[in-house]
Nanobody, 115 residues
Framework: QAQLVESGGGLVQAGGSLRLSCVAS????????MAWYRQAPGKQRELVAR???????IYADSVKGRFTISRDNAKNSVYLQMNSLKPEDTAVYYC?????????WGQGTQVTVSS
């Protein structure tokens, strides 16, 4: 497993942008998938974006065209650039890494979008 630390959350007005970062405490290999999930109050945790070892990327339909996931393997990090934020994007955002079938999660970072 790896310890993951997210940062970059905060309060932003609708239409604004935030960039989330997640750094792992150990080496993340280029073949390990990394992802961002989010959980809004009263709702289940949902996948936001995922980037696989060969840089295959998937996005939730609700964020396509607005969010961009990227990774820096040299820094054991994954990022989420969030543009054109909407109030419905308000949630705790979690970083996730799949280390050969073992999932690691960060503690989450709060993103609040005001209307």
């Amino acid at each position: 497993q790896a310890q993951l630390v997210e940062s970059g959350g905060g309060l932003v007005q609708a239409g604004g942008s935030l960039r989330l970062s997640c750094v792992a405490s150990r080496t993340i290999f280029s073949t390990n998938a990394m992802a961002w999930y989010r959980q809004a109050p009263g709702k289940q945790r949902e996948l936001v974006a995922r980037i696989t070892g060969n840089s295959g990327i998937i996005y939730a339909d609700s964020v396509k065209g607005r969010f961009t996931i990227s990774r820096d393997n040299a820094k054991n990090s994954v990022y989420l650039q969030m543009n054109s934020l909407k109030p419905e994007d308000t949630a705790v955002y979690y970083c996730n890494v799949d280390l050969f079938g073992v999932l690691s999660w960060g503690q989450g970072t709060q993103v609040t979008v005001s209307s």
